[in-house]
């Protein structure tokens, strides 16, 4: 069934309540109402401020925002919802900066982490799923280099290794990972966990791929000799992709710092991977939202 994307004002209407926002987290948890994790009682009452159940039989308490990333926040539940819908409204990602003044939050600190835990939460959805078929693969670097240091061998940057599903030539899938260096242990996580086994995948011709002709199942297809300036040529999708997160880092971040890009990353594959299922980009991230077990501010801080 086709299904339009909810308009500001019926989001408005629907959500705009804390309570509403509530209902509909208690419907999405306990489909069929409440029902005691100790001993299966179906009645309880409900703790408004703190969100949390407790049991009328036997007064155990049960948190409707446990193992989501709302779990002991102090943001009201509609303001997430708001920045989830926000999030997921444009194409390009949205700063924290704006989310912070649109929705009223105090601080900065908080904002960020509130992004974090959706980016997080998005990235590990998106995680579960593989790319199959025909693949271009390539690497690039984010952030300034080091002066004086060119190429694959850059030092002071993050490496990430990039890999789009090409059926008939048009991008279909994408992942992406952050690497230490391009070598056979940093690329073969990324091939084994993202990529089903009878890929076929198309790179450059620099020497960290090369173990790719060794791997079982897998088709490995050299495109130019050495790591040349073919390469947007011949991988076109790969580098088109590459240009889009990095314009979008670049103009909605303000730059990402190496130890959060992966979250950035999975937020931007997250949102390319659903482009065509837009209207229910909401629904989609809410539940992987209300399906991910919260990390802590220290947690992202680490
Ligand atoms: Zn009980």
Request: with cysteine; hydrophobic share 40%.
């Amino acid at each position: 069934m086709h299904q339009k994307a909810l308009s500001l004002m019926q989001f408005q209407k629907k959500f705009g309540t804390e309570k509403a926002c509530q209902k509909h987290l208690l419907r999405l948890r306990w489909p069929e109402g409440f029902r005691c994790p100790r001993c299966q009682h179906d009645q309880a009452y409900f703790q408004r401020t703190r969100n949390l159940y407790h049991c009328r039989a036997c007064g155990y308490q049960a948190s409707l925002t446990a193992g989501t990333v709302f779990h002991k926040t102090r943001t009201p539940l509609h303001k997430w919802f708001w920045m989830i819908w926000l999030m997921g409204r444009q194409k390009s990602g949205i700063s924290m900066l704006s989310l912070q003044r649109l929705l009223d939050i105090k601080t900065y600190k908080t904002v960020w982490t509130m992004g974090h835990k959706i980016r997080q939460a998005l990235a590990t959805r998106d995680a579960n799923y593989q790319l199959a078929g025909l693949i271009e693969m390539d690497d690039t670097y984010f952030g300034a280099p080091k002066p004086g240091k060119r190429g694959r061998g850059a030092a002071g940057k993050a490496k990430v290794v990039v890999a789009v599903e090409t059926p008939a030539d048009k991008p279909r899938f994408a992942a992406m990972r952050l690497v230490s260096r391009v070598s056979r242990a940093e690329i073969q996580p990324l091939v084994r966990e993202r990529l089903t086994a009878e890929a076929v995948i198309k790179t450059d011709g620099w020497q960290g791929y090369s173990f790719l002709d060794a791997s079982p199942n897998l088709r490995h297809e050299w495109l130019v000799p050495g790591s040349g300036k073919e390469a947007p040529k011949v991988l076109p999708w790969v580098h088109t992709l590459i240009a889009n997160i990095k314009g979008n880092i670049r103009g909605i971040h303000h730059g990402v710092s190496p130890k959060h890009l992966s979250r950035y990353l999975g937020e931007f594959c997250y949102r390319f991977n659903r482009r065509f299922w837009e209207p229910q980009m909401f629904n989609r991230m809410l539940h992987a939202c209300v399906n991910s077990a919260a990390i802590t501010f220290s947690e992202l801080r680490a």
